[in-house]
């Protein structure tokens, strides 16, 4: 962790020189999960020439490194700094919930710098937000992961556990944030999950937003993320629901998510996770 903490003191032009390099050996050496990006990328796009879809692998990998360069860089980064390098455009769609004394479901996508998010909503809110995340098998990964997302007072809750820590701050009344972030495909052995319309493909997607709605009837919001310039980015807060009561097996939430979800990739195609097996199978193979 020493070596880390050390690198993460680098400026930002020396960072992006090596995350450059190590993007040129991942997207031509080692060609890493080349097929699985092609593949989802055809899926997506199939209309796109083949020089417009090499032009979105070549920035993908760029952009892939760009994300974990960043994630190291944010160890040496203060609260201020988060701000400048991402910015929160319309703070206020959050704050009239968290002011009201209203807990928070957040929602975004594996989609520009997922990871800075969490830290600049701790920022810029001044509110410990927390991150649902599945635990990794390194210990070192995981510890890792875990100083990167807490750097700023945000907490973390691997998700199998999402539901019932909800349910104990609920019960003492604290007001509280929880990321989420949904976009990938469910395991094939696990049965919670929905289909939806995205790409024009029937696709799975985690429940476990919805679920939490249904039972909650907690406020949720989408953080549409953009990037601006190379280690910059833009956050607009757009509602997904009020907290007002909720209709039951609508999978309104997730719709509504998927869809704004493929609105982000159709703008910027390159800042997504293509390298996730996104349609790695279908309703009929596993149902």
Not at 42 to 68: M, S, W
Not at 143 to 150: E, P
Not at 164 to 178: A, M, N, Q, Y
Request: glycine share 6%; hydrophobic share 40%.
């Amino acid at each position: 962790m020493f070596f880390i903490r050390l690198f993460s003191q680098l400026p930002f032009s020396i960072i992006y020189i090596i995350s450059d390099i190590t993007a040129f050996f991942m997207a031509n050496v080692i060609r890493y999960r080349r097929k699985v990006i092609e593949k989802n990328i055809g899926i997506a796009f199939p209309e796109k020439t083949h020089q417009e879809k090499k032009k979105i692998i070549h920035d993908f990998y760029r952009n892939l490194c760009d994300v974990g360069f960043e994630a190291l860089k944010s160890l040496s980064m203060s609260q201020d700094d988060m701000k400048k390098h991402l910015v929160i455009t319309n703070p206020e769609e959050y704050k009239k919930y968290h002011d009201n004394g209203q807990p928070v479901i957040l929602m975004t996508g594996h989609f520009g710098n997922w990871e800075w998010q969490l830290l600049a909503y701790t920022a810029t809110m001044g509110v410990p937000f927390g991150a649902v995340y599945k635990p990794l098998a390194s210990k070192f990964s995981e510890n890792l992961m875990v100083n990167i997302r807490t750097n700023f007072g945000g907490y973390v809750v691997p998700m199998e556990r999402t539901m019932r820590e909800i349910l104990v701050k609920h019960k003492k009344g604290e007001v509280f944030s929880f990321g989420m972030v949904a976009d990938q495909s469910p395991p094939g052995y696990d049965k919670k999950r929905v289909w939806l319309d995205f790409f024009g493909k029937e696709s799975a997607f985690f429940i476990g937003p919805e679920k939490v709605t249904e039972f909650m009837n907690y406020p949720v919001i989408f953080s549409k993320i953009k990037r601006i310039k190379r280690g910059y980015y833009e956050v607009e807060i757009i509602d997904i629901h009020d907290g007002s009561e909720y209709e039951k097996g609508s999978n309104k939430i997730l719709k509504t998510y998927s869809k704004l979800v493929e609105e982000c990739i159709k703008e910027q195609p390159s800042n997504w996770l293509w390298s996730h097996k996104r349609w790695k199978y279908t309703r009929d193979e596993v149902e």
